[in-house]
């Protein structure tokens, strides 16, 4: 298994550390690993000036699956757009074709205090966000900030073809299958035309799933049904910019947006595993960083990439087990636990293996 990690920038260093020491305690258990470290995002802008330079980019292609940790920091936010973390990160999205990212928002019953919601609204949850990750408004052109009448404009198109849509569809679909049978198709088809595109594809695709259940929601009721009762969701399926708010906010629900990991991945099943959050300046540095989302992305990689169910079963166990000795990171802790750093919390996971 050839996996590219990307440490990247601000608590990315610390928590993928984590995560490669959990990886590297399987490996006396058989699963065989190839580590090739690169620089994505503000790092990579120090170093050579691009945040998705050419080593990388060889490096990641060549690659069965990537690590990331998280990118940026209010360091390189002056920086011209092209030259920010963020255009590294969609880049190598764009790069690799993962136009499939999936969010899962589980609650461990242990943090069920964590939650800013009531116990039994989020006790049981387990929702899969599907988003898009490769179109919508985030590569749509034509786009820009330009002089029209002597004013400035800022313009960015919303666009889908029915491939895109169609691909994506199947994704969440296919996961429906394996889990409560139900997909809710989120758009906006009140107001936008790429959006009815979007519910009539899935409409259409949904008579190859008769086993499925497909139900279509707005994305502001959405945003509403999400903190009123989130169990409802099973399959979350919403293109590139509902699709990142959605899953911030089902984050929350869960305790901590540290507890989530994503995958993202192309028609092959190669995929960039990171954890839902950013790069958390502000405790960067500090040892303090919650690592079980990335840890848990790790358990996505070997499950989605390497086909490996058990090991991946093997990790979340771990996660679980260790949550339920009342280690806690700052984000998830509760009074009654054991507030324990960054690295005690990867030691626990690795003994729990
Ligand atoms: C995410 C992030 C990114 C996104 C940013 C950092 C570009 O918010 O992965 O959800 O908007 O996709
Ligand atoms: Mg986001």
Redesign the pocket.
Known sequence: MKICVLPGDGIGVEIIAEAVRVLEALRSDGVKLELEYAQLGGCAVDATGSPYPEATQKLARAADAVLLGAVGGPKWDVLPRPQRPERGLLGIRKDLNLFANLRPAILYPELANASSLKPEVVSGLDILIVRELTGDIYFGEPRGITIEDGKRVGRNTMIYNEDEIRRIGRVAFEAARKRGKKVCSVDKMNVLETTQLWRDVMIELSAEYPDVTLSHMLVDNAAMQLVRAPKQFDVVVTGNIFG??L??EASMLTGSIGMLPSASLDENNKGMYEP?H?SAPDIAGKGIANPLATILSAAMMLRYSFNNEAAAVRIENAVKKVLAQGLRTGDIWEDGCKRVGTREMGDAVIAAL
């Open positions: 990142d708010i899953s911030d839902s950013g």
